[in-house]
């Protein structure tokens, strides 16, 4: 039921991002945690390779690395995973890394890009054994291949049907046990029959400041930036828990520091290159400021419904769901209540409203990914 309504649901992350960052007149975010210009290139670069170079999420490592070395001991490719949370998290690295560190290669595609039957066979026919297979927005795989999936998943066999009518042919075939990675934004939107094919699922959550710090450290030496502890941490906190955008927030702070700032990332330089760029101390932007605005000033603290309020910002509901709320909500800036959503005390207090008491008292984080 719920891949039914992922299918003809929400738009794709790629293309909910696209709408966020390319209104009319309207410059990208800094903090949108989609890739943006020369991001994928010099991702590359920052993307760690092995597990123990992956910063954070200990339980997500340590249940990985488990899982690896029983399959190793078995000499069987490692069991299907699927891994979700929101952009820029590092489930794409994940993935890469869980080739590396089994000594397999990795073939790479995408829910949109598989259309039809034949597509999914042509690529697991193709597997070597022990490889992975790594299917990104898995959420989005149409039902024909799906079914084709079922029991490669189960039994590394395909059968499928090639024609139509009189001429129509079952065709069936053995194929190299593998492993299939599967990623997404939105696991809800995964089929069961998918789902229950899976034996783990990792969840990704944002980093913490610790982790962050040590994010940009770790890209800084990459790259040969030079900056001070309080400069490097002044990015950190200011990435909305996401290596993605650290690693581009560093980026523009260094570029700052070049032509301003004796190249070098001080606390002050920090500060005021991320002024500049639109992103305040908690990593906020206008974009969000304007979001928590609305809902206090105009709907009175809320609750408001997403439809309304999203037409309050001239986004769409899905850009307000997947884009600019998870954050807001993980902070505890928002709430989201069976009536709408409402902005927490934090909130009011953040933005310097005299609190009223009509919103939520509240700071825990809702439920991000349902
Ligand atoms: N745990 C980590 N440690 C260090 N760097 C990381 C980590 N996770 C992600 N990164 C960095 O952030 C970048 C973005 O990560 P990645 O592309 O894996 O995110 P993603 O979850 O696949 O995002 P999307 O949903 O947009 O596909 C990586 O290139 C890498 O440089
Ligand atoms: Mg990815």
Known sequence: MAGTAGRCGPRAKRGVMMASDTRPGSQPRAISPGTQGDDDQQDTRLRPARLQDFVGQPQVKENLSIAMAAAQLRGEPLDHVVIYGPPGLGKTTLANIIAHE??????????????????????????QPNDVLFIDEIHRLNRAVEEVMYSAMEDFFLSWVVGKGLSARNINLRINPFTLVGATTRYSLISAPLRDRFGSVFRLDYYNDADMATVVQRSANIMGIKGDAEGLDEVAVRSRGTPRIANRLLRRARDYALVKADNRITGPVARESLDRLGVDAKGLDETDHRLLNNIIDKFNGGPVGLDTLAASLSEDTSTVMEVLEPFLLQQGFIERTPRGRVATRLAYEYLGWPWQGTGSDATQQGNLFG
């Not at 089994?102 to 597997?127: C, F, Q, W």
């Open 102 to 127: 089994m000594g397999a290669a990795i073939k790479v595609t995408s829910g949109p890009a598989v259309e039809r039957a034949s597509d999914i066979a042509s690529i697991l026919t193709g597997l």
